[in-house]
């Protein structure tokens, strides 16, 4: 009899332990994870920039009334292959190797946060944009974009093919996502990456949005017209809307009245050529008026930079519409099909973007508005609606949150933190971190962008433009458009020692070798 007793309980033990164990199997979120190319937070409504006010991203923003918006999210390399490798691994560029969207692929050997899903049972999947020259790994389904992928009728590769797809990249992500969510295998969890092309340059909105803002006047920023005094590299840089767009290619300027051939293209007619001739015709048709209008009225060339910055905004906002149409549809999906109940949904963007911020498009700079990274993200039960998380968080973080929230450990190596408590809880824990590390290293590139890093706490931004030994300071409460250098200004020194001292240990952390910036790439 005695004997009996500590077996019962030791079979009461076993059931318990598996039991839970089933129910956390059970309650293993499913996770979509969507993500758009150059996607700025000013034009997500729910950030409330003027833009966006303009040209509302209401289903995008639904996910932030369901679940949270992240105010102070940022990339740790703001450039599309390391931004990706980044969140695949949960390691700053450096650790793991993808320092610039270069020749040499991603390292698909490395552990990655689809492997580490898939390895726990999940089945993955990725659709759209990839862009990290190697194969994916680690998924169970990929049909990526070719390189870029183009705005009409583009290749998908698959393992076994390369597929011309008639139609408009944006719609097409989202059917093969629907198409994949329905083929699944039901019983598993799964892990989808959604990655769109849109809204990467040139900008080519779906035929239905060709005209969606034609005569919208979009708020021209404070900085447009900065003159870079004081910033040394912003001044050398290479991406002002009213100089470095190509009139044809970016603009859609064609030569002159009533004319159908751009105005300059530098890879001759790239985007139109993958159009069919009447897909063409109708694209001309579209902007003819206008294009018209450019030419039958005289303007200063401040008037016509101003021209140039409402085209690329309609263009822009033109392609996020179909952008935000396809996060609705996904939305539906998984409310018609009950699985919205158990799924995370994640919207973010690779990094930030210019929307005529200094003159600007593009990105690469540490400065707010490229250094930024939108994410909302919802999980019903978990996320109160309306969560505002306003903790420093980084795409690094991407990878152990979402390992965190399914329940699976977070490998040490990963030098991002999961964010899980600061979401779900809404609570800062005490030891959340005070700065940010960022690195961006593709110089000389696209752009002309300086290589740099740097520290961002809440308040300070120091940058070090390391190659030309040129150090910049910003206020961000007093100066929020970083227009003011105040390194080495009067009263600066104690800052400076203290964001200096951060920086340091912040290297010192992640481990980054002072001589071996470049090593991994060549
Ligand atoms: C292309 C663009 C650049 C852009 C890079 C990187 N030129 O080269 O403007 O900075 O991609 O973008 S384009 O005329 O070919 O569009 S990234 O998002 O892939 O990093
Ligand atoms: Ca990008």
Redesign the pocket.
Known sequence: KTEIKPFIALCVTLMTTLCMYGQKLEQRPNVIFIMS??HAEQAISAYGHPVSQIAPTPHIDQIAQEGALFVNNYCSNS?????RAAILTGKHSHKNGFMR?GNKGFDGTQQTLPKILQQNGYETAIIG?W?LISKPTGFDHWEILND?GDYYNPYFITAQDTVRRMGYVTDLITNLTKEWLESRDKNKPFFLMMHHKAP???WVPAERHYKRYENTIFPVPETYFDDYEGRYAASKQE?NIYRDM?EG??LKMVAGINSDSLLYD??PH?FLETMTTAERERFFMAYRDRNNDYYTTERTEKEKAIWKFQRYMQDYLATVKSVDESVGEIMDYLKNSGLDKNTIIIYTS??GFYLGEHGW????FMYEESFGMPLLMSYPEHIKPGTKVDGLTQNIDFAPTLLDMCHIEIPDDMQGVSFKKLVENNKKPRDWRKSLYYHYYEFP???SVRAHYGVKMKRYKLIHFYNEDIWELYDLKNDPTEMNNIYGKTGTKKITKKLKNELHHLREQYEVDEDKHDENER
């Open positions: 190319d150059d450039i599309c292959g390391p931004s969207n944009k862009h870029q990467h340059r040139n991406m190509y290619h970016d530098p890879w790239a690779d990094q498009f593009d990105k690469r590139g696209f752009h």
